[in-house]
């Protein structure tokens, strides 16, 4: 009963370690290429300690609440740890093929409102504040005309991925 109970300890233990020190196993080995990928799949961290906590608390639990030996209680154990594993495995495939959403472009921003927060010179550069997707942005800006601290924009052209060209919002 000890030996299983220890061997799910172990397991939670490892499960831990793994959710702390994200990657480091990982980089230790970072130099030898035959191991390139032994981390992944099925022989990834977060599996192997869902497989030994649960081959560890299933046979304490059989060997704990049934009269069966260690035998019986090995082959629960690694039935349970085989499931466990199989759901861990399944689980972070589908978290790893999640997409993230598409990154912003600069050509997003044509259109977007905002406002001045340094005065653009005639010819020269200051900074507005736009939204994008509901997020604050605060870029370089040029205009044709001069436009003071505070006046409502729109963005009419993305010049690089820091600065756009803008004009006031008549009213």
Do not use: C
């Not at 799910?8 to 970072?30: C, K, P, Q, S, Y």
């Amino acid at each position: 009963m000890n030996v299983f109970l220890g061997l799910g300890i172990a397991g939670v233990v490892l499960l831990l370690l793994t959710l702390v020190f994200d990657g480091v196993l990982e980089g230790l080995f970072g130099g030898a290429h035959f191991l390139d990928g032994l981390f992944d799949g099925l022989l990834s961290l977060p599996v192997v300690a869902g497989f030994v906590s649960m081959l560890g608390f299933g046979g304490a639990l059989v060997l704990g609440t049934t009269g069966l030996g260690a035998g019986p209680a090995t082959a629960v154990g690694v039935g349970a740890g085989a499931a466990a594993g199989g759901l861990t495995w399944r689980f972070s495939r589908a978290l790893m093929r999640d997409e993230p959403s598409a990154t912003p472009r600069g050509t997003d921003l044509v259109g977007s409102s905002g406002s001045v927060v340094t005065p653009i010179p005639v010819g020269g550069y200051g900074e507005v504040l736009v939204y994008l997707a509901g997020q604050p942005l605060k870029l370089a800006a040029k205009s044709p005309e001069a436009v003071a601290r505070g006046t409502e924009i729109w963005v009419e052209e993305s010049l690089s991925p820091t600065s756009v060209a803008v004009r006031p919002v008549q009213r």
